[in-house]
Nanobody
C-alpha cells in the first residue's frame, strides 16, 4: 500500500523560504508522476506543480503561473522523497499543501486524478 506523508509546513514571514517534503512509503517515487496541490481557507484546492519522468532519472516540471519562478519540485529517489522548495513566499501562499502521486505517465492538474494522495501540511505566511 503506497502512502504519502508530507512534512515541513509551518509559520513563516513574507519573503521567507520553506521546503516541504513528501515521503513515499510502500512504493518507488522515482517511477511516479508527483504533484503538489494546495488549498487556502475558503477556497478550492488548486494545482501547484508536477514532476514527470521523461526517461531514466530525467524529469520535467510544470508549475502554476502563481508560483512559477518561486517554487521548485525536486526529487531524491534514494530517499523516496519529493520536495516542494518555496521561496519569496507571499501571504497568499498560505494554504494546506498536499502531495499526490500516480504510476501513469500523464500528469493531471486535478487532485482527484491521482491514485495516491497525502493528508497535507499547513503553511502559513504572515508578518
Amino acid at each position: 500500500q503506497v502512502q504519502l506523508i508530507e512534512s515541513g509546513g509551518g509559520l513563516v514571514q513574507p519573503g521567507d523560504s520553506l521546503s516541504l517534503s513528501c515521503v513515499v512509503s510502500g512504493g518507488t517515487s522515482g517511477k511516479y508522476v508527483m504533484a503538489w496541490f494546495r488549498q487556502a481557507p475558503g477556497k478550492e484546492r488548486e494545482f501547484v506543480g508536477t514532476s514527470t519522468r521523461i526517461g531514466g532519472n530525467v524529469y520535467s516540471t510544470n508549475y502554476a503561473d502563481s508560483v512559477k519562478g518561486r517554487f521548485t519540485i525536486a526529487r531524491n529517489n534514494a530517499k523516496n522523497t519529493v520536495y516542494l522548495e518555496m521561496s519569496s513566499l507571499k501571504v497568499e501562499d498560505t494554504a494546506v499543501y498536499y502531495c499526490a502521486a500516480d504510476p501513469a505517465s500523464i500528469a493531471p492538474q486535478n487532485f482527484g486524478g491521482y491514485t495516491w494522495r497525502g493528508q497535507g501540511t499547513q503553511v502559513t505566511v504572515s508578518s
